[in-house]
């Protein structure tokens, strides 16, 4: 198939999502996921007339999307949660100076990575495929390696179409993935959400919405797991436990009361974008929050405080009013 016999801007929109996906878990970043695409899309676009069709176009972009990342992640820093950075923190402890945005593993919207058509087994392993914490844990691999654990353990490439991709053997890739693996087996990440939001689900979120916007501490912590982690990114401070994120509630983040909040899909999961009150009936962006549940308890409260940046990104409204 030459070039000619292609529509080049067809195919690149249908491929445009997964591409997304794929360069968001390679660089652990939705700007930088869509960034990685423009610059994979403008690349095809140049290289067209050199496209003979001897792979599939997919195959083709994917080639591109993929150097684009390793070129990318040839700067040394590596994205990370605050979990993988410190020990927690105590909620009396001063607020920090902010890390650097490029520190951090950053949410994204669902409808940027995840197919709207995929049958349910699919979309609930793509969905567990960008949570925060697995996501995090591919930052931990070396990029070849991150890219063929990828291609191969999520987006179901045979061994054969992923040498072909790097010009390299089977055996290769067969050894690349077996490091990848062992690497990931050494880092447990937190058990992924529910598949879909069943009816108890919802009502936990439907609670959680409730209380946060009536800022009913009590209420709030009744919903959280023991265990539960609370992170706050650009500040490496992260709680965890009930008693730390109650004294944080009532403490330093006592500001919060009066937010709204609109609900999101974020990494696979629920969240919310938060506004905070700034004065009589006008809200405005504060933190875009990753809400993360298991076994009928909130696990994981993740809030993004990059927000009028990320508000955009999730198309939700750059402020509320009564």
């Not at 045979?158 to 050894?175: C, I």
């Not at 009744?222 to 650009?234: G, K, Q, R, V, Y």
């Not at 436990?241 to 330093?252: E, F, L, P, S």
Request: charged share 25%; aromatic share 8%.
């Amino acid at each position: 198939m030459a070039v000619l016999d292609i529509d080049l801007d067809r195919e690149l929109a249908a491929y445009r999502r997964e591409l997304t996906g794929y360069c968001y878990r390679m660089l652990g970043s939705g700007f930088e996921a869509e960034d990685a695409v423009q610059e994979t899309l403008l690349r095809a676009w140049k290289a067209a007339a050199d496209f003979e069709g001897r792979s599939s176009v997919r195959s083709w972009l994917y080639r591109i999307a993929t150097n684009v990342c390793l070129d990318m992640l040839r700067a040394p820093q590596r994205r990370a949660m605050a979990m993988d950075l410190t020990a927690p923190w105590s909620a009396d402890t001063p607020l920090p100076a902010p890390a650097p945005e490029t520190e951090w593993v950053s949410p994204i919207a669902d409808d940027r990575v995840l197919p709207p058509e995929a049958d349910p087994a699919e979309l609930a392993s793509l969905r567990d495929s960008v949570r925060l914490a697995f996501v995090a844990a591919l930052q931990h691999l070396p990029p070849r390696q991150r890219a063929v654990l990828i291609l191969r353990e999520v987006l179901k490439w045979q061994a054969s179409e992923v040498a072909e991709l790097f010009e390299t053997s089977v055996a290769s890739v067969n050894s690349l993935l077996q490091r990848a693996r062992a690497t990931l087996a050494d880092r447990q990440t937190a058990e992924p959400a529910p598949a879909d939001l069943d009816e108890e689900h919802r009502a936990l979120l439907a609670r959680y919405l409730a209380a946060f916007e009536a800022y009913d501490v009590s209420a709030l912590v009744s919903l959280i797991s023991e265990d539960a982690n609370f992170t706050m990114p650009p500040f490496p401070l992260w709680l965890r436990g009930t008693a730390d994120i109650a004294k944080w509630y009532t403490g330093q983040g006592a500001a919060c009361e009066g937010s709204r909040l609109l609900p999101v899909s974020a990494n696979g999961t629920a969240g919310f974008a938060a506004y905070k009150q700034v004065g009589p009936g006008l809200w405005k962006p504060f933190a875009l929050q990753v809400i993360e549940v298991s076994g009928g308890r909130l696990v994981g409260l993740h809030h993004f405080l990059d927000a009028e940046r990320l508000f955009a990104a999730f198309g939700v409204p750059a402020e509320l009013t009564a």
